[in-house]
Each structure stands twice: as C-alpha cells, then as structure tokens.
C-alpha cells in the first residue's frame, strides 16, 4: 500500500445477495497468513528453523482460552511455515493453513517447544479460498465512492471493479456442468442425476463438495458428491449429487416437468 493509506489488516470475503448462501464454503477453506512472532529470548536462526519444520503437516492443536469454539484438542492441517526474515528475537513467517487453525496458538506452540516462549506480535490474512491481497482486495471506502456514484449518477463502473461476480467465491471447488434441461429441478431441489451431467471434474469423490455450474458458467448450487467422476463416467443412470446450497433463483430456465393434473 502506498503513503497515507489507512492500514489493511488482510482479507475478509463479504458475500451480498444470493450469494451469502456459499460463502461459508469460503470461510471454511484453506487460508494464508504473514505473521509477526515474537521469541522471549533469542535462538539461533538454524533451531527456529528446526522446530518450524516440526509444525508443518498434522498438528494437534488447542483453541486459546479466548476463541469462539470449544477449547478440545484438534488435528489440524499446516502445509507450509516459511521464514521470511529473523532478527533472533523477531521472526516474519508465512504460513499457510487449513481452516480453524489459530496462529497465535501456533506461535505459543513454538515457543513452548524451543523452550524460550513466543508470542503473536502481529497478524495479516493474505488469502483465503481463492480470494488473495492481489486481487481483489478494496477498502470500505472505495465501496462507499462506488455506491453513491451509482446512487448518484446510475453509474456501476466502479461498483463493478469493487464488486466481484459470485462464480469467483467458487473458483477452489471443483466443478460439475449441467445440461440447461435440469437446472430448474434442481434449483426445486431434485437431485443431480447422472443424464443431466455434460461435464465434469476429474478427481470427485464421494463426500466432497462441488460447484454445480450451467452451460454459461453461471453457478446454480452446491452439492455433495454421491459418485466419484469415474462412476459418473461409466454409469448411464443414478444420483450423482445431492443440493446443498440453491443460488440461483428459479424461473431463469424453462421447466421440463409435467405438472400434475389437478383432479375434478
């Protein structure tokens, strides 16, 4: 950020509209961090170095005393602690985690284990999801200037740049299309059938969640995986995938059922 602009703490996602509906498949996702840890007293660079390692992969970890969930321990996934810079007492990692994972547990951890004990000096939020500092990344300001120049001279060139598409929040989840015949069931809550897939994801397995996206890329919802791409490959008939989560309203594409005849 350039001179005299107020400081950013990181990335928060901030869904409107229809599309509060997914963004918890945001929240719950991978994130990134550059943090601030603070040692109690000095270690060589190469035991920092050592003990970091010792924290990447499946960690059991326990919520601090002040946090929003239950305080049991948890397994937790870190994929990556790098050590940008270190002064013996001040070390800058970047460190990137599943989510639900505290960094200031992380940094008490560390501290524990070297035997000198840490703390967390500082925090920012890099990425979540797909969501990252170097794009997309707006400061309430700028929504504020965008919204009244759309009020005031009905004008949404800004809002547009301030304002991502809702297909964007999905980009980390992998992908099923549909034919444009089943997209309004499906938003009535039928399940995703095997004929009404055009194309999908390779390495869907049961359990997971996907994107279900029309044939213009617009998203209709969230589901879960009852087959694994390969079964879908192979079978002619069957449920594919269950709805989570309907986006799209309905009435956007025609209706290929036949309505029952009331009776006389």
Request: with cysteine.
């Amino acid at each position: 950020m350039g001179r005299g602009y107020p400081k950013v703490t990181g990335v928060l996602p901030v869904a409107l509209q229809r599309m509060t509906r997914v963004v918890g498949s945001v929240m719950h996702s991978s994130k990134e961090y550059v943090c601030v840890m603070q040692l109690h007293r000095p270690v060589s660079e190469e035991r920092l170095r050592e003990v970091l390692s010792e924290f990447t992969g499946r960690i059991y970890q326990r919520p601090p005393v002040r946090s929003s969930v239950k305080r049991s321990l948890r397994v937790k996934v870190v994929h990556e602690i790098e050590l940008l810079e270190y002064t013996g007492r001040y070390a800058l990692l970047r460190i990137a985690s599943e989510a639900g994972t505290y960094m200031r547990k992380l940094c008490w951890d560390v501290g524990l284990v070297l035997g000198v004990g840490a703390h967390m000096r500082e925090l920012r939020r890099t990425r979540t999801g797909p969501f990252t500092e170097d794009r997309g990344l707006v400061r309430l300001q700028d929504v504020a200037e965008a919204l009244y120049r759309f009020r005031e001279e009905g004008k949404d060139d800004l809002l547009r740049k301030v304002v991502l598409p809702g297909e964007f929040s999905i980009c980390h989840l992998p992908k099923v299309v549909v034919r444009d015949t089943a997209v309004e069931s499906l938003i009535h809550g039928a399940p995703l059938a095997v004929p009404g897939i055009v194309m999908l994801h390779e390495g869907i397995k049961p359990g997971d969640t996907v994107a279900v996206l029309t044939l213009k890329g617009e998203l209709v919802a969230l589901a879960t995986a009852e087959m694994s791409s390969e079964q879908v490959i192979s079978e002619r008939r069957g449920i594919a995938f269950r709805l989570r989560r309907v986006v799209m309203e309905p009435g956007l594409y025609p209706r290929t059922w036949k309505r029952r005849e009331q009776k006389a």
